[in-house]
């Protein structure tokens, strides 16, 4: 399964779109998290020439399991770390890219990680209070979120954003005809909903800030 995995999200025929190009094009010390797998976003980042780092929850990788792997802007080898090894004052000084269910890794097998699984999931989120290291707990503590496509009505999802996100501060989710428990399950996490596609959210503020 992981040879297969590896070949849809490492394959030729993926390709950045509008979103993940947009996402690239306006980043600025941007902390960007993602439950995808492939790389499709570090390589609109490349595209253009920006810099990013790389942080990976080694989500089944029983080795690293309680580290976190972060590569620096073109490391070709991450740097392991415990939790309480990452620092606060880490984040916001560069654009960073957090995938917290894992990824596929271009350069090396070796690193890629997947929650895939129902089983992956249960143990991933069992571990949630010391998979998300306290810095990134911290970071956005103070900080609104701009959900991009997730929906709520999957459990695992619920449980991983009531982990990284706070209800105290009002954030914004584009999601398609979201049903009336969407709306709800968002409603209780004060994140307003914006019934939009991706697509027409994307060209409408590309539109709005000439780019």
Known sequence: MRRRLRRIFIGSSCQPNDLHRFLAAVASNLVIVSTNYDTLLEQAFLEIGKPYDLVV???????????????????????????????????????????????????ADRWDSFVITEEDYVKFLSRMNNAVPSAFRQHFSTRAFLFLGYALKDWNMRVLMKEVSVSEITSWAILYQPTAFERKLWERRKVDIFDLRLEDFVATIRSKMGL
Do not use: F, M, R
């Not at 580290?67 to 490391?75: F, G, M, N, T």
């Not at 740097?79 to 917290?100: C, F, R, V």
């Open 57 to 107: 929850h080694p989500a089944d990788n029983q080795e690293y399991a309680n580290s976190v792997l972060w590569w620096p802007h073109e490391a070709k080898e991450p740097t392991k770390l415990k939790p309480n090894q990452l620092d606060i004052e880490d984040l916001g000084k560069s654009n960073l890219i957090y995938k917290i269910h894992g990824s596929a890794n271009k350069d």
